[in-house]
């Protein structure tokens, strides 16, 4: 089965610094990924998602991330962070053995020091 | 679009009782999930259906919880018999396709259970 690993529970940055949130994935199969976002008291939301093609993916909110085979990993970026960035970050991909179940990892919590 | 609804927003109950939760998702999403989120973990899938059929129920999950989605649309998951381990936030989400990779899921804002 396929799964995501999230390095760092919590990561902090000043606002304006650079944002990187780090996720690895296991995968025998070309895997389809996501990053969600968890703001507080509410559901998730897409932020973006890869499954073929540019591996640069461009999301919501200035964020992006990039598809390395070479190295499993799909992190997500944001040059410039903003207080409104503070909320939590899920990476998932696509199960793709077991017919579209989204697995998701553990979460990374991002908090924005002023 | 109204968005994947959910209800309640949160049930306190007593140990050993029987709780139901039910899920609107956007109309005519064939694709609906449930998860489970305890504190500092990711969303753990419980089950999912594609219109009215349940397609896979996690290895995971007690015979105590169940999930029905009757006409395909509004779906409802009961567990029956609730444990203190049961209390966490239950998550909805819709998806419109019928390969859910090209479509995200749509998440409910959860319904948030403490079972004392």
């Known amino acids: 089965a396929q799964s995501v690993t999230q390095l760092g529970s919590h990561v902090s940055v000043s606002e304006g610094a650079l944002v990187l949130l780090r996720c690895n994935y296991s995968s025998s199969v070309p895997p389809y990924l996501f990053w969600y976002v968890q703001y507080p008291n509410q559901g998730l939301q897409l932020l973006l998602k890869?499954?073929?093609?540019?591996?640069l993916v461009k999301g919501i909110n200035g964020f992006e991330a990039e598809f390395k085979k070479s190295e499993t990993s799909f992190h997500l970026t944001k040059p410039s962070a903003h207080m409104s960035d503070a909320a939590e970050y899920f990476c998932a991909v696509i199960d793709s053995g077991r017919d579209d179940k989204i697995i998701f990892g553990k979460g990374t919590r991002l908090h924005i020091l002023p | 679009d109204t968005g994947v609804s959910q209800d309640p927003r949160h049930k306190i109950t007593k140990r050993g009782q029987n709780v139901t939760f039910r899920c609107d998702p956007i109309?005519?999403?064939?694709?609906l999930y449930w998860y489970r989120q305890t504190l500092g973990q990711g969303p753990e899938f419980l089950t999912y259906f594609q219109n009215e059929a349940q397609l896979e129920k996690s290895r995971l999950l007690s015979d105590r919880f169940s999930a029905e989605r009757p006409k395909g649309s509004f779906s409802t998951l009961e567990i029956q018999r609730t444990e203190q381990g049961d209390s966490a936030m239950y998550l909805c989400?819709?998806?419109?396709?019928?390969?859910?990779?090209?479509?995200?899921?749509?998440f409910g804002n959860g319904t948030r259970l403490t079972v004392t």
């Open positions: 989400a819709s998806s419109p396709a019928l390969r859910g990779y090209n479509s995200p899921l749509h």
């Open positions: 109309s005519e999403h064939n694709r």
């Open positions: 890869y499954t073929t093609g540019a591996t």
